[in-house]
């Protein structure tokens, strides 16, 4: 593990690697297959999705650095995210960092109205539960994306902090909080 002037190096000045979800999945199957009684989720193909040790592996034992995982199954992401040509991945991708895992989580939105309405009753959805959204796309819109960043998550990478609950401004916990 990385101290915190090391891991700031690698942060500032070591460009991030970049792999499609395929990739990760064959590195991830061909790593497990030497011992697959040291992983706890050892079940690993297309359409898994990564779990927090996969997440690890990848970051700190392969790459040793913080890592871009792109082009996600379309079955396990959100219906709104916007399909890519293949017809099995989506636009999606999550920066995995060191001791960390996901700290960021983004994808190119669906902005097609037909195809999001298609991908909302594959999902089970109701139109009319997602009226508004669908309004969005109906009465003008035009390519875009977004993202969440995790961050107690930065806070924790950059301060070199074991436990969230440290980087967390407000914590709530069991019994923390009388009313």
């Known amino acids: 593990r990385l101290q915190l002037p090391a891991r700031l190096d690698v942060l500032v000045n070591e460009p991030f690697e970049r792999v499609p979800y395929t990739t990760a999945i064959e590195l991830l199957r061909a790593e497990i297959a030497k011992d697959p009684s040291k992983w706890e989720f050892p079940q690993v193909e297309f359409g898994t999705d990564l779990a927090s040790e996969h997440e690890r592996w990848l970051t700190e034992s392969?790459?040793?650095k913080p890592v871009f995982v792109y082009n996600y199954p379309r079955e396990?992401?959100?219906?709104?995210m916007r399909d890519n040509e293949d017809g099995k991945t989506v636009a999606a991708t999550d920066l995995l960092v060191p001791g960390i895992g996901e700290l960021i989580g983004g994808s190119q939105r669906e902005e097609r109205?037909?195809?999001?309405?298609?991908?909302?009753?594959?999902?089970?959805?109701?139109?009319?539960?997602?009226w508004w959204y669908l309004d969005l796309r109906?009465?003008?819109?035009?390519?875009?994306?977004?993202?969440?960043?995790?961050?107690e998550r930065l806070?924790?990478?950059?301060?070199?902090?074991?436990?969230?609950r440290d980087a967390i401004a407000f914590p709530r916990f069991?019994?923390?909080?009388?009313?």
Request: with cysteine; charged share 25%; glycine share 12%.
């Open 174 to 179: 069991p019994g923390g909080c009388e009313f």
């Open 62 to 64: 392969h790459f040793r």
């Open 76 to 80: 396990i992401k959100s219906f709104y």
């Open 155 to 164: 806070v924790c990478y950059v301060t070199a902090t074991a436990n969230i």
């Open 138 to 151: 109906r009465f003008g819109t035009v390519p875009h994306a977004g993202y969440g960043l995790g961050f």
């Open 113 to 130: 109205l037909e195809q999001l309405k298609l991908k909302m009753r594959e999902s089970g959805l109701k139109e009319e539960d997602y």
